[in-house]
């Protein structure tokens, strides 16, 4: 197929809202498309099809949102038709629901933001269950036992090829870390400090554990670099515990053409104060470390107001929420390797806490030069639900919006954070970088995210006139459309027109084969049969994912050279 | 041959390390399983056929016979219900709510008479709980509230809670206290460091006492409450607060008696009150090997985990109104799909009643009171044995279970899916 | 002269129901199931004489089990294993959530000498081989 004549933005390649023709072929972008359908899309902005780098939309933790908050079922009810099953819940929607509404967003990449490797055969079965998009899956590695003890050895051999098994185990992309450390004292009931706190029986601290799985991952060449939940997140004051985590790394080299940690949802770890009562944004010393730093990126983590599902890994986190708020808990500690926790809230804009977050997300944005180094994410579902990026993408295009949100907001938010007084509006490229282009050179999928020749033919048409539509002041029209893709091609296919799903495709799950030295393999399969004989509670012929799993793999490779 | 870490396909322990010998397509002996799952892998006599009642005789037929004549019964139904499903597979779960959706039926699972008020508890108050193996290495106080492991989960002890041994309990029994509450003294509390013994529907009320006395308010109690002496409660108030990590596996003697979820929810909101003090956990002691299993795939595809009625075109819970005993209760169900349970057996005798003058299919590998009852018989395999699929533990672990000898008959997915294209066609011609 | 032992029926699981309930038209399932446990005081309270089984009444039924007794059992709660004939005992009612209530009911035991029926005759009343089935 050919898509005529649309106001193209394709950031990587340089093209700012050049008019030109994209050619599709057997599901790549081609120079020159020998036959086809073609789409007449002049007049109107094109971007690749967006990539959302973090998000919880697969496995147990999600699961158990849904199942607790019937309530959220109930919103969100969509009934079935010819093609679609029917769509439930709003911030914990179901599977189909997913693929259904990011596909209507004009998305066709999502990644689960983390797996705990003995659980991810259920995040493969909802994964699977999720229609059209392309996805993958991030592996939980910061607390687990043979992670700690490789940590406290120093050895970082056979921490990289446990971390190969770990992938493989649970056909997981990447690396991700929460709490390092803090899951496993969790155990117990505790959590660690700070950086230098050392995990209980372990005698390793979260400093060590970071440099030590940032080594590894460099080790192994993986197309992804650590991702990281920072100790002390959603604390006041919690900024030094992440700028004190970044200079703590400063040292460590990138093997790949790519950052060497991704901090992730930076809005809940760029907090000052020293207490509720003080509480206010440290986004502004985020943002400058991050200008004067180009080995590092982060994703927003912005709040949406309204009903939330907090849902992650950093379980003290989650009781201490739970508490708080007087809200209902549910915990999931998970022997060897994590602990998670969900929690479901709601943000208010009276609330002072709650609008001085909504501030910092934006602040982040605004503040950081290069939107190369922040994705627009909300941490589905913990800052808010993924329906509403266009909310987002819109108060980061338009003072105006912005200025008519913060009249709603707490009185408190101009004390505490200097957004009112940001008046920088990003373009069409730059937020063509934040949601498309930055997540997939981020997450080092090398034919996502951009429209060059080899690339995946996954391209959205909005129904939007970038030469006539001046988003600071139309920005209601802008959300519109964003809402709602005028186009959505997914791998050369048209999935969606005119907002309207039109055709369901399996999307392909991605996953890391990394191999490793012999000798080291032999290493970590001698600590594991040590670890399943005595401590996990199955056996370990049957822990790895199976095949039967992934139906549809998409296999990267990577390795010790 | 030897099969080996073979997953056992009875109780919600799912225990992965069975050994099984198989010879000739046979299997020969059973090793490690408990009592129940070694009669289960072993086998029972077989429904041999499908049948169809004609004139009140089942009458053999073929597959594709049964299948069309199930279609048609659900079809001609305006409220049917689809019912069963804990102890097959996940595949066979996923094409039921398939089917359910587009006869725009409702779905319910035995958990409804089970452990669907501990479900309808966790939606009050959330789940504070873990998996097995973090008991294993780490409890030093475990309690057994209205369940009875002895019996409905033999291995639990040792695999996983009272006796197993872990990083931070090496010396296994001798580490641990346990606590076990319950209306009688069966097997489970004679093995108990502390039995206390409460009068049958009065769970909530001690429960309520515990946690004053938790939260430092014992004063205000008088010194008996229904029966149990506060010193007893006070007694296990300490054990449990001076735990370095406890935990509270609860069954039936919570969601069977009065006050049913209520009990569960007050029980959940102990556990919360415990974690003030120190680190606690809790989980309901689900009775069938795949009964978690349903609720995670309803889930993930409806919103909700049991009792969906699809009739809207979109899924409606509400347990009480959406449940298979309600809708039966009430007469409204008029056709009756039922895949890996026994309702018959298994619901009020009043109850069964509503499936006496309504057409009944049933999906089982084995004959049952349900039989009686049904007008299309249909005998598939037996998930687990003779066919391979995921079941998701009752600490919400899943797992892949194995496939040990081939049988001539078709799986529950597979039925599921020919009844499903009968449908479809019979709507296409209409 | 009729002893009536008024006291609360509690059904469950056993490791016999659980071994046999694949097996539900076999005699090893009706010995798991179709028997009740009471307290020794209170199965010498009903004068049980050899041979004899005990009626049990309860408002949505009544059903004849035999008798047993288990010392773990106090007086006032008898206890048969789940299943049919439980089953005749618990009451339609699932309390607005779904569920019956399948432990805590108020029942009447007396000793009888009528026979304990096989599952076969328990549900002869709904069984679809003895009734004209409507097409």
């Not at chain 1, 969100?76 to 596909?103: F, H, I, Q, W």
Request: proline share 5%; charged share 25%; with cysteine.
């Amino acid at each position: 197929m050919i898509i005529k004549g649309g106001t193209v933005y394709d950031p990587t390649n340089g093209i700012l809202g050049e008019e030109m023709d994209i050619s599709i072929e057997n599901g790549k972008v081609v120079e020159e498309a020998k036959k086809g359908d073609v789409i007449d899309a002049k007049g109107f902005l094109v971007m690749p099809g967006g990539v959302d780098a973090h998000a919880h939309i697969a496995g147990a933790k999600v699961n158990t949102g849904r199942i607790m908050r019937p309530e959220d079922g109930r919103q969100g009810l969509e009934p079935k038709t010819k093609l679609l099953r029917p769509s439930t819940g709003y911030t914990v929607p179901n599977c189909y629901a997913m693929g259904y509404r990011y596909a209507r967003l004009g998305y066709t990449t999502s990644f689960e933001a983390a797996t705990p490797i003995i659980e991810s055969r259920h995040t493969h079965e909802e994964l699977e269950e999720i229609p059209i998009i392309d996805k993958g899956a991030l592996t939980l590695f910061g607390n687990n036992w043979e992670v700690l003890e490789c940590a406290r050895d120093g050895d970082i051999d056979k921490l990289a090829a446990y971390i190969s098994w770990g992938l493989r185990a649970s056909r997981g992309y990447g690396v991700k870390v929460v709490n390092p450390g803090g899951g496993e004292a969790w155990g117990f009931g505790g959590n660690v400090t700070g950086l230098d706190d050392p995990v209980p029986d372990f005698d390793v601290t979260p400093r060590e554990i970071i440099r030590s799985l940032m080594k590894a991952n460099e080790m192994l060449n993986l197309p992804h670099s650590v991702h990281l939940h920072t100790n002390n997140l959603g604390k006041p004051g919690n900024y030094a515990t992440t700028l004190e985590t970044l200079k703590a790394v400063e040292d460590i080299t990138s093997s790949m053409d790519r950052q060497v940690l991704h901090i992730t949802h930076m809005q809940f770890s760029a907090y000052g104060g020293t207490g509720w009562r003080d509480f206010e944004s440290k986004a502004p010393e985020i943002a400058d470390y991050f200008n004067k730093h180009d080995q590092f990126t982060m994703d927003m983590g912005q709040l949406i107001f309204g009903s939330a599902t907090t849902m992650t890994a950093d379980a003290p986190l989650e009781y201490a929420n739970a508490r708080l708020l007087h809200a209902k808990w549910s915990n999931h500690d998970i022997e060897l390797e994590e602990s998670s926790g969900v929690v479901p809230l709601f943000y208010g804009r009276k609330m002072p806490i709650n609008a001085i977050q909504w501030a910092i997300g934006l602040e982040l944005a605004l503040l950081t030069e290069s939107p190369w180094k922040i994705l627009m994410t909300t941490d589905h579902p913990n800052g808010g639900p993924f329906v509403n990026y266009p909310e987002v993408m819109t108060l980061l295009m338009s003072k105006p919006k912005r200025d008519e949100e913060i009249a709603t907001l707490h009185s408190l938010v101009p004390k505490r954070s200097i957004l009112a007084t940001l008046d920088r509006e990003m373009d069409w490229g730059e937020i063509a970088i934040m949601t498309r282009a930055a997540p997939a050179k981020i997450l080092g999928l090398k034919d996502k995210g951009h429209l060059g020749i080899g690339a995946d033919a996954d391209v959205t048409i909005y129904d939007l006139n970038p030469e006539k539509i001046d988003p600071s002041k139309d920005y209601k029209k802008v959300k519109a459309a964003f809402s709602l893709a005028k186009y959505n091609v997914k791998g050369g296919e048209v999935v969606v027109k005119d907002g309207e799903i039109v055709s369901l495709p399996r999307g392909r799950t991605y996953w890391v084969d990394a191999t490793v030295p012999e000798e080291h393999a032999q290493r970590v399969e001698a600590d594991l049969v040590d670890k399943f004989t005595k401590y996990y509670s199955i056996q370990k012929s049957n822990y790895m994912v199976q095949d039967a799993y992934v139906t549809n793999p998409m296999v990267v490779k990577a390795g010790v050279i | 041959m030897i099969i080996e870490d073979v997953l056992c396909p009875f109780c919600g322990c799912l225990c992965d390390d069975i050994k099984v010998e198989v010879e000739e397509n046979q299997i020969v002996s059973v090793k490690r399983a408990c009592r129940l799952g070694s009669s289960k892998i072993r086998g029972h006599e077989r429904i041999k056929a499908p049948m169809i009642r004609e004139d009140g005789k089942l009458v053999e037929t073929t597959y594709e016979e049964a299948y069309e004549k199930a279609a048609q019964l659900l079809l001609d139904a305006k409220r049917p219900l689809l019912y069963g499903w804990c102890s097959t597979v996940c595949e066979a779960q996923k094409k039921g709510v398939l089917l359910a959706e587009e006869l725009g039926a409702i779905i319910d699972s035995t958990a409804t008479v089970c452990h669907g008020p501990s479900i309808i508890g966790i939606e009050e108050k959330g789940l504070a709980g873990s998996t097995l193996g973090q008991v294993k290495n780490r409890a030093d106080l475990i309690v057994f509230w209205g369940s009875n492991p002895s019996e409905a989960h033999p291995r639990h002890a040792q695999r996983y809670s009272s006796n197993s041994q872990g990083k931070y309990t090496p010396k296994g029994r001798k580490n641990r206290k346990v606590i076990v509450v319950d209306v009688r003294k069966t097997r489970t509390a004679k093995n108990a460091d502390k039995f206390i013994q409460i009068k049958p529907g009065t769970d909530y009320e001690v429960i309520s006492a515990l946690r004053m006395i938790i939260a430092g308010k014992g004063d205000a109690l008088p010194e008996q409450i229904v029966g149990v002496s506060k010193a007893d409660l006070e007694e296990a108030a300490e054990m449990m607060k001076s735990a370095r990590f406890g935990s509270f596996h609860f069954g039936l003697g919570l969601t069977h008696t009065r006050g049913r979820y209520k009990n569960v929810d007050n029980a959940l909101s102990l556990i919360t009150d415990l974690n003030s003090h120190t680190k606690f956990v809790v989980m309901p002691m689900r009775g069938h090997y795949n009964v978690t299993g349903f609720g995670q795939v309803c889930a993930w595809e409806t919103g909700f985990p049991m009792s969906v009625d699809f009739s809207r075109g979109m899924p409606y819970f509400n347990p009480g109104e959406t449940a298979a005993c309600d809708v039966l209760g009430r007469r409204e169900t008029d056709a009756m799909l039922v895949v890996a349970g026994d309702p018959a057996s298994n619901f009020p005798k009043a109850v069964v009643e509503g499936m006496a003058d309504i057409p009944v299919i049933q999906v089982d590998p084995f004959e049952n009171p349900t039989t009686y009852l049904s007008d299309v018989v249909i005998p598939s395999a037996v998930a687990g044995v003779e066919v391979e699929g995921t079941a998701y533990r009752m600490d919400g672990l899943s797992l892949r279970m194995k496939k040990l000898v081939d049988s001539g008959y078709p799986s529950d997915e597979e039925i599921l899916e020919n009844i499903l294209e009968c449908v479809r066609r019979r709507q296409d011609d209409n | 002269m009729v002893v009536l032992l008024k006291t609360i029926m509690i059904s469950g699981r056993t490791l016999g129901q659980g071994a046999t309930c694949e097996s539900k038209t076999s005699s090893e399932f009706f010995k798991a199931t179709s028997f009740c446990s009471l307290s020794e005081d209170d199965y010498n309270y009903l004068r049980i004489r050899e041979g004899e089984n005990v009626l049990v009444t309860a408002p949505s039924g009544q059903v004849v089990v035999s008798a047993q007794t288990d010392e773990g059992l106090p007086s006032g709660i008898i206890f048969i294993p789940m299943g049919p004939w439980a089953n005749v005992l618990v009451g339609p009612d699932t309390g607005g959530c779904g569920t019956p209530q399948y432990k805590g009911i108020e029942v009447e035991v007396e000793a009888t000498d009528m026979k304990v029926k096989d599952v076969r005759e328990l549900f002869a009343d709904l069984d679809k081989a003895e009734r004209k089935v409507r097409s």
